[in-house]
């Protein structure tokens, strides 16, 4: 299945979205996951993920605003959707700039998620190597970063996309890069968050690679009609909802490098 086919299937089934993500990012992830076609459940507490994450098509994992209560109900999630053979996507965001947030972040990466998704230090970090990342922001390059999610890629046996001005995307074996977007993206807070919801919702609809292509694929297209009707950070939000909206199949084929 190509990537772009996934869009479709996405419209059609509206999977939902299982999204324990920062206090930032909720607003803003649920909206992007419903301009898209997907419907998106934001569900935290610990007493409730026995039940509710085997309903759903996918689970997403975003450490942004950590704390105990927070993981651990983003381990139980993590080990029911296992169980449930339900695909789930870990941002690992900002993880090495503390003890307890490194730690909580390996021990999500050992329960092996179908999609590992973050910026070129945060994957660096999670393969052990240094770079020089600044709380959520990267500061190393995306080619700096391939040879970091491949490894992690064929150890833990998942997909892993770096996010920058050009992503990649790889499982190891395979290898994409995904070009377009806009310059004023970064400068909106919370939009990387929501891919990784984003990128449940496609994860629910087809393979994991294809899923991680897609779900960039339609932030930069998205990314690029925004930025030519934007006139700042402000607007762009708004012209960005829009246009993930107004996305079609054959606009995701556009922007991806095989």
Request: proline content about 5%; glycine content about 10%; charged content about 15%.
């Amino acid at each position: 299945m190509a990537p772009q086919d996934l869009l479709s299937t996405l419209r059609t089934n509206n999977p939902l979205v299982h999204c324990i993500t920062n206090y930032v990012a909720m607003n803003v992830a649920a909206n992007v996951v419903l301009a898209a076609g997907a419907s998106p459940a934001m569900v935290h507490a610990e007493e409730e993920i026995a039940e509710f994450t085997p309903i759903c098509g996918a689970l997403t994992i975003n450490i942004g605003t950590l704390s105990a209560p927070w993981a651990a109900s983003m381990t139980a999630a993590a080990r029911t959707a296992n169980d449930a053979g339900i695909p789930w996507v870990l941002d690992p965001v900002a993880h090495f700039i503390s003890g307890y947030r490194k730690g909580v972040a390996q021990d999500l990466l050992a329960l092996r998620p179908t999609i590992l998704r973050g910026n070129a230090s945060e994957i660096m970090a999670m393969a052990g190597e240094s770079g020089a990342g600044k709380g959520a922001d990267s500061g190393d390059s995306v080619d700096a970063a391939e040879g970091a999610a491949r490894a992690l890629a064929q150890s833990h046996g998942c997909v892993v996309a770096i996010t920058g001005p050009i992503d990649f995307v790889t499982n190891g074996t395979r290898s994409a890069k995904v070009t377009g977007g806009s310059e004023i993206m970064p400068m909106v807070t919370a939009l990387g968050c929501s891919q990784t919801a984003l990128m449940g919702a496609y994860a629910a609809s087809g393979p994991a690679f294809e899923a991680a292509l897609a779900t960039l694929a339609h932030f930069k297209v998205a990314g690029s009609k925004a930025a030519a009707q934007a006139k700042g950070p402000g607007s762009f939000q708004v012209h960005f909802l829009d246009a993930l909206a107004a996305t079609q199949p054959d606009d995701l084929a556009s922007v991806i490098l095989s």
